[in-house]
T-cell receptor, first 118, second 114 residues
């Protein structure tokens, strides 16, 4: 089974520029997550999709971050404009996430995109 | 609200020695608990999980963890450390049911000394 694919692996931009990340989850996985992992910290959930609907975006800085999951498959996360504090690894994860079997299913993670803001 | 505390941001053990990584959680309901491992420049990989049933959970690579409700702990152990175990380990907690969020600890970096 192919894993969660993310691109690009690395991105360097200057502050105030915009950037976008792409994620392709495991085939058939209904739930998709975007996490921000700052150096030395655990992953922090930014947004969670169930199919193409948003389940939780309470920690997404909506003034600069946006995410979409068209057709309930691929997803993109955008930052515009970027700030220095956005330097982090952005992880995408997916899980099967059916309503009947919710909660005990682990997440499958991609290798992440390392973002550096100059 | 739920939270996870991992004691010790860095742990060093000798090759062949016991590995013990500590995790304590706070949750208003009996949670699901997970341990993940992260190798450099990679995403997180599930080691093991506790949902219900047997409190001693065995995972991959010889790791196991025991859910102790009275101590609100879910410590990760391995009897004999291997060089390939050097990585960062994250404990995570999730309330059961519904669209509940996973909360990760801050991680423990394991160093294995030859």
């Amino acid at each position: 089974e192919a894993g969660v694919a993310q691109s690009p692996r690395y991105k360097i931009i200057e502050k105030r520029q915009s950037v976008a990340f792409w994620c392709n989850p495991i085939s058939g996985h209904a739930t998709l997550y975007w996490y921000q992992q700052i150096l030395g910290q655990g992953p922090k959930l930014l947004i969670q999709f169930q199919n193409n609907g948003v389940v939780d975006d309470s920690q997404l800085p909506k003034d600069r971050f946006s995410a979409e999951r068209l057709k309930g498959v691929d997803s993109t996360l955008k930052i515009q404009p970027a700030k220095l504090e956005d330097s982090a690894v952005y992880l995408c994860a997916s899980s099967p996430g059916s309503r009947e079997r919710w909660g005990n299913q682990p997440q499958h993670f991609g290798d992440g995109t390392r973002l550096s803001i100059l | 609200a739920q939270s996870v505390t991992q004691l010790g941001s860095h742990v060093s053990v000798s090759e062949g020695a016991l590995v013990l990584l500590r995790c304590n959680y706070s949750s208003s309901v009996p949670p699901y608990l997970f341990w993940y491992v992260q190798y450099p420049n990679q995403g997180l990989q599930l080691l093991l999980k506790y949902t219900t049933g047997a409190t001693l959970v065995k995972g991959i690579n010889g790791f196991e963890a025991e859910f102790k409700k009275s101590e609100t702990s879910f410590h990760l152990t391995k009897p004999s450390a291997h060089m390939s175990d050097a990585a960062e380990y994250f404990c995570a907690v999730k309330p059961p049911g519904g669209y509940q969020k996973v909360t990760f600890g801050t991680g423990t970096k394991l160093q294995v000394i030859p």
